[in-house]
């Protein structure tokens, strides 16, 4: 096999793009245009800020159009914004995920209407959800209720601005029950203020505390907050999509493989920082800087060690991401001793082109999915090291391809029990469009917000073997399209400042479609969210319950007809 061509990545990167424009102009081109055989339709007000800072109601039609094909028609007047825009597609998908529908049967539109000049941010996303929602299903809105409140990529209820407006709004025109993000009860909002100074009269912002509970009740209004679209579609239709949080007990079946992993990974790491510190004792400062970490590295080995049969899906996790650690530290100290990186960079290409024939040729199932790519994730850094010539970039990039590796290792042990896809290649356009846009749509509102998370950085990484994936029909789509979907999630809720208390607005979610946990795949994400949580383990917790539902809804994507379980010995 010849060594792997950089620029040949790079371009089919890049061109997806024009690709999937045009895929999406053809696909399913026997369906007219218009030519439906049963159209639903719903009208829902939208509670909206004014430019000049009064509440409003703009007037959102909502209608589901069969057969179709997966398309999204926005129709605003006068104009609107992007991100409403990119909130209706969002939203359309997550309602076929909620209610298990084929997205690609309908086709969706929605016609906005408001008095005011420009129609913009994403506060809308949430009610319009719950509309296609109660169309799939066929259900009946109350008339007397609203909501505000944005929809994030994972299902959840994101927070917006002007609700003090919006409720004030709401009243005036009727409503009595108004929906609101969680955690946002108590709303800080400005207020102008003139204080006399002498002659002078001098005004100035200052910010006032609301309890919109308490403020909804003087009004005549009930103010309720919803973390996700199946408790705000309860109040709306009294249908109940939330089941209660009960203890999955299911776990990964391999669980001997797996601390015997961790000890191996462990034992490996505990030998590199052992040649590593030999090297760097002779390296004057630089090297006791590299020593220090490795001491690091060291405590780090011996408390995993304690907890490898507590917590064995979380013990192998970090036992990875030490042992690349500890290989770029090894490496930083062999270049500073003068040793050659190209040893380096061609041992890990071999190792790639060795993984790449194996993953390719491997059956279409979600466990192979996840090991393409992870082995293509490892492509990508390897091909990064390659194309730089800083050497401590040229480390980096090298010890993420090795952890990746290590990753695809964790699953050849854990997944036994997988789900194969029967027909396959198969046409990937619905979930590549979703992660798609679930990634555009955070990035704009990130932008519209001057918001910056570290996660982005890693959501484009994923992005990237998505691109390379669906242009080359391969089937780690379904992988690469649920971390995209996961990372996105992940930075809006770091950028909104609402990652506290996360878990318990995805986890009725994810019992609600608990029937799709019968795979290794996904009960390894649960292990490692259950286990992250119990060690204390905030930030990989967050991750972990969001790969899950990545997972989980891009599964649902996939007609049921298609799968079939595989359990391997």
Known sequence: MQRINHNVFIKICFS??????ITLASIHASTGLFEYKEVRSILVYAPAVSSGGGGVLSRVELALAYPGAGRVFFSSLPYTEVETQGASRVAAFIASIFTGEDYSKYD???????????VGGPSAGGLITVGFIALLLNATIKPNVTMTGMINPDGTIGPVGGLKEKLEAASSSGFKVFLIPAGQRFYRYPVYVEKRIGPLVIGRIEYQTVDLVDFGRKLGVDVYEVSNVAEALFYFTGLNLTRSLVDVTVK???????????????????????????????????????????QDINNSIDNLSRFTNTYPVYTAYKAIQLYSYSFKLYWYARIYSGGDLRELLNQINKTIESYLREVDQAPCTLGNSWRQAMTYLSWLYYLRAINTTDSSSIIDYSGNAIEYL???????????????????????????????ASYTYVERILELTGSSTGVQEYAGDYLTILNYAYSNNKTSVYAAASLVIAASARAIHDASGDTQGLPSKILPVIWYFSESLNNDVALLYLDLYNEASQSGDIDLATSSILTLMGILSITRVVPRSEIALLTTS
């Open 252 to 294: 990964l079946s391999s669980l001997d493989e797996l601390k015997s992993f961790t000890s191996s990974t462990l034992s490996l790491t505990r030998g590199l920082v052992i040649d590593a510190t030999s090297i760097a004792s002779q390296l004057g400062r630089q090297g006791r800087v590299i020593i220090t970490y490795l």
């Open 16 to 21: 997806v793009f024009t690709l999937m424009l």
């Open 406 to 436: 290590k990753y695809v290792e964790l699953l050849d042990l854990v997944v036994n029990k997988d789900v194969e896809l029967k027909s396959c290649p198969m046409d990937y356009t619905v979930i590549y469009s979703h992660a798609l």
């Open 108 to 118: 969706y539109f929605v016609l906005l209407e408001s008095n005011t000049p420009l």
